[in-house]
């Protein structure tokens, strides 16, 4: 996951003000439009909530005149953080990089097109309190077209929570509410955004969803369109590896191999016995070279068994990583003199 530089005036400006119960995390590209509509939308929600916050707003890369308004907008109120970056990386990017500068308890996210509702916050908010790690936000009544928008979206809703065992209606819907902790330990890359509450369920958090309010985009053109449908499911591939295999990747290249070979192998013994028992020609029968093509490609499933578990190793043991995560330790104490020398 690529790593944000904290600028040294955004690290003055959080030692001087207050720590925030709530962060929100907003994704920002060619929004000049919505942008005064949605801060002003915002701040009205937060403020009324009565709770410390700070909005991180990540220019993505805009070619408009977003990176102006955030600055006019963050000079005139310290809660607005502003990250632009030097181009265009991608909403998985804009939300690691807002989640690695979070420092609320609760984290926030939501669209900048004004489609989804800050008004919905509150109950999202109440929903994660009342014990929830993870709240996601449900566009019952959407208001995009049905073939473009909805109805590929209702498949790959139906698929991911098939193949994640994580059920929601509404994986795409950007307004979320994240215990901290959760999103600080989930490393992001690719277009993994959305499968965030899949990912998080490793960690073995309690996910919920609520209704929320969806309104028509009123500005500027939608960034998605129907051909993100190839890249969901190349994703969806790549996070069900991750949430089953990606500490034990022998298991899955290995019972691939073993199951090929073991097919492959029984094949050559049947055509050693039609050949040296029944003394009947094989070298033309097309099932030789099946049998061999076979017994390669399971050693060559093995070996990337292999090589997984190199590469597993290497990077937790590597990085110091772990592979699980603590909620809360009772009673802890700091570690034994011998463990210190």
């Known amino acids: 996951m690529t790593t944000y530089a904290v600028a040294p005036e955004l690290r003055d400006l959080m030692a001087a003000a207050p720590e925030p119960y709530l962060s929100v995390v907003v994704p920002i590209y060619n929004e000049e439009e919505s942008i005064p509509h949605l801060y002003a939308q915002l701040t009205a929600v937060l403020d009324h909530l009565g709770h410390a916050y700070e909005i991180l707003a990540i220019d993505d890369g805009s070619r408009d005149r977003s990176f102006e308004l955030l600055r006019a907008l963050a000079g005139a109120d310290q809660r607005l953080r502003v990250i632009r970056f030097r181009r265009n990386f991608g909403q998985t990017a804009a939300f690691a990089a807002g989640f690695e500068r979070a420092r609320g308890e609760w984290v926030i996210t939501i669209d900048a097109d004004l489609q989804n509702d800050p008004r919905d916050i509150p109950a999202l ?26 109805f590929p979206s209702i498949i790959a809703n139906w698929l991911i929570s098939r193949a994640t065992g994580v059920h929601l209606h509404d994986y795409g819907c950007s307004l979320k509410v994240y215990r901290a902790e959760v999103v600080k330990n989930i490393d992001l890359y690719g277009e993994l955004h959305r499968f965030i509450p899949a990912i998080a369920s490793w960690q073995g958090v309690a996910v919920a969803e ?132």
């Open 210 to 341: 609520v209704p929320v309010n969806h309104a028509a985009r009123k500005y500027g053109r939608s960034k998605y369109g129907i051909g993100r449908t190839t890249r969901v499911l190349l994703d969806l591939i790549t996070v069900r590896f991750l949430l089953s295999y990606s500490t034990r990747p022998m298991q899955v290249f290995g019972g691939i191999g073993l199951l090929s070979a073991t097919i492959g192998s029984a094949l050559l013994l049947y055509l050693g016995y039609v050949r040296l028992v029944l003394s009947q020609p094989i070298a033309d029968r097309p099932i030789v070279l099946l049998a061999i093509l076979l017994v390669v490609i399971g050693v060559q499933f093995l070996g990337m068994g292999l090589l997984g578990e190199l590469i597993t190793r290497v990077y937790y043991e590597g990085r110091n990583r772990s592979i699980y995560v603590v909620r809360e330790e009772l009673n802890r104490t700091g570690p034994s003199k011998r463990q210190t020398e």
């Open 125 to 150: 908010l109440a929903k994660a309190e009342s014990g929830f790690d993870v709240v996601s936000g449900w566009r019952a009544r959407r208001q995009d077209p049905f073939l473009s928008r909805r």
